[in-house]
């Protein structure tokens, strides 16, 4: 399957809106797109037609589990789990005999059909050559109002381990510098990145080719978190049950998929100074900052008759990077379960803890412990090092109904006993550390048995206390309690934060509040924020949280049967929090934008109008700036 024939399937399956009027690649493609990909269930894939170059952009197309599956051949990733998940188990438990070693050889005959060939001569790819090429001739995306320029989003990088030779397939935004320079936006974490640092040591200049398009499965097999030296295109072969056709580059010496619709193939030099990249507004649904980089010299550009330019937006969940991540979540539960955890039964990363903030998971327990076992397994797996807050279970609902969820870990966590807290690796996008790239964990374990009746708390809870409390307390913005009147010992309250010590403050008085200290979790939020939206509450308290600085624990005090634990999921300044570090506006369309889609609405043939997302979010940034220091007294 190529993006062309991807794109038919889309549109026979009624997945695909064709806009035929030309729209710009500035702004204006982003902010209809953040409208589709907002509605339930990821909205419809869109094809522009009409660019302003001559190449049509295709977005969105892996936005809900449908489109997924159409991607995946008609097949949920699921269904691959479990042929992986065979495969491994006979491969590490087929015996260590000859009668073993031979239960083996057809297996690995088998996976050795989809290891990747290369084709001599030309493929689709390289229909046109172009040696002086021009990004500008290429539709690609400025996505919000405060990047640095345009971003090429959704990259297939192609790059060598000088060393070994093992190849490498990531995916890395590359931020266009001029016609024929990009960024090449490889974290530290990353296997593109110790590539170039084994180029660096080398004094030699890295090979680097950037396909664009074919087959939707690279796409996802860029971002699938696999093993450092485990190609990807085997992956993609194992998707397709056939091989990925590799031809040679025209100026590089690297392989890329003969069918991919663009290949920019160039160069990065260890030896150039590194460039400002960035602001990009990012898929935590905030702006990361500027930093260094390396430069991507363009060497050649070559694409198909035909080609369509594919591109992604990243911003304030849910995005389509939301559903590559299920389909993640999907292929890899067993192999997290056979390779580190044979307790897992299941894990799920929620959309609004943007992969990285929020884990879930729920395993099979048989001796004390065993949950603080497993979440310093999974937070030391991969990408899984990442993981900002963990909760496991130990039987309970489906992770998915996230109500009954929340009811079933409050009836079991004492924070007192219950919260294991942790340092070490950062995402490199996370703001809120004090340190870049480091900082806190924290998980809840919540596999042992129930020990609290919170549906009594609920009925017994006097809300004439809280409205007490609310009128003594002038920076108190809102109270939302109708988590603790379904069950849920959990309370949000959002503050004018206008002076130092106002959060030590609010906790101090809820600790010495009757009935409000029966509450064993709370959360605090800037006064903008809605507490009636558990969406915008779950992404903000994984994205603003220090877990080493922001999160407080107390030992039951006397009478009392558990501890309280509050987490301070407020925007920090310097002033008011002694936090030096630029805290980022979140990815919010600008008001000129907002209008021009308004009144093109019906230009577009894009069916009934959808109001933009943004409009939400107006009073939670200052507009006219990237990186500040936010004041959380906005109102």
Not at 228 to 240: Q, V
Not at 476 to 488: S, T
Not at 519 to 547: E, M, Q, Y
Request: net charge negative.
């Amino acid at each position: 399957m190529n993006l062309s024939t991807f794109v038919k399937r889309l549109d026979q399956a009624g997945e695909l809106i064709r806009i035929q009027e030309r729209v710009s690649p500035k702004l204006e493609i982003t902010e209809i797109t953040d409208r589709f990909s907002k509605l339930p269930g990821g909205g419809k894939a869109i094809l522009f037609e009409k660019t302003g170059t001559d190449y049509p952009v295709l977005i969105n197309a892996f936005g809900s589990k449908k489109r997924i599956k159409i991607a995946f051949g008609g097949n949920s990733p699921d269904n691959f789990a479990g042929d992986i998940l065979k495969m491994f188990d006979e491969v590490a438990h087929g015996g260590t005999g000859i009668a073993g070693k031979m239960r083996k050889i057809p297996l690995l005959g088998k996976a050795s059909r989809w290891i990747p060939r290369h084709k001599k001569g030309r493929g689709d790819s390289q229909h046109v050559i172009d040696l002086n090429p021009d990004l500008t001739k290429l539709p690609v995306l400025t996505c919000w109002p405060f990047d640095g320029g345009p971003f090429i989003t959704l990259p297939l990088v192609h790059t060598i381990d000088p060393v070994n030779g093992s190849a490498n397939l990531g995916m890395y935004r590359m931020q266009v510098f001029g016609t024929d320079t990009t960024g090449m936006h490889w974290h530290l974490h990353k296997t593109g990145a110790r590539h170039y640092q084994e180029y660096k040591k080398l004094r030699k200049k890295m090979p680097v080719a950037v396909a664009l398009g074919g087959d939707p499965v690279y796409s996802y097999c860029a971002t699938a978190p696999l093993p450092d030296g485990i190609d990807e295109y085997l992956l993609a072969g194992f998707i397709r049950k056939k091989p990925v056709t590799l031809v040679k580059c025209v100026t590089q010496e690297l392989w890329v998929p003969e069918d991919c619709d663009f290949v920019l193939e160039g160069y990065v030099d260890p030896d150039e100074p590194l460039k400002t990249e960035g602001p990009f507004g990012d898929h935590t649904g905030f702006y990361s900052l500027e930093d260094e980089y390396p430069v991507f010299h363009l060497t050649a550009v070559t694409h198909r008759k035909n080609a369509i330019y594919p591109a992604t937006i990243v911003g304030i969940p849910p995005q389509e990077d939301a559903w590559l991540a299920w389909a993640t979540e999907r292929l890899f539960n067993p192999m997290i379960k056979l390779a580190m955890v044979p307790e897992l039964v299941e894990f799920h990363m929620p959309v609004d803890g943007v992969a990285h903030n929020l884990v879930l998971a729920k395993i099979d327990t048989s001796y004390p412990g065993q949950g603080r076992k497993v979440l310093h397994t999974l937070w030391g797996a991969g990408q899984m090092m990442f993981t900002k807050f963990t909760m496991i279970t130990g039987g309970g609902p489906e992770l998915t109904d996230y109500e009954k969820l929340a009811r079933y870990i409050s009836q079991r966590v004492n924070p007192a006993d219950h919260v294991e807290i942790a340092n070490g690796p950062l995402d490199i996008l996370d703001h809120a550390s004090r340190i870049p790239a480091f900082g806190g964990k924290i998980g809840l374990d919540a596999t042992g048995p129930e020990l609290f009746n919170d549906e009594m708390i609920a009925d017994t809870f006097d809300d004439r206390k809280a409205i007490a409390f609310r009128s003594q307390h002038p920076q108190i913005a809102g109270m939302n309690l109708d988590w603790v009147k379904k069950g849920i010992s959990v309370g949000l309250i959002s503050v004018h934060k206008s002076y130092q010590g106002a959060i030590q403050e609010i906790i101090d008085e809820i600790r010495l509040t009757d009935s409000l200290n029966d509450i064993r979790f709370w959360i605090i939020f800037d006064a903008w924020v809605d507490l009636k939206d558990p969406h915008r509450i779950v992404w903000l308290t994984g994205s603003h949280v220090d877990v080493l600085s922001d999160v407080s624990i107390f030992k039951a005090e006397p009478g009392k049967p558990a501890g309280m634990m509050f987490i301070d999921a407020t925007a920090k300044t310097p002033d008011l929090d002694g936090f030096m570090r630029p805290w980022p506006n979140p990815t919010v369309m600008d008001a000129e934008t907002i209008s021009l889609v308004d009144q093109r609405w019906k230009e577009y043939g894009a069916g009934k109008f959808i109001p933009s997302p943004s409009s939400a979010f107006s009073d939670s940034y200052k507009a006219g700036a990237v990186c500040f220091f936010l004041n959380s007294s906005v109102p």
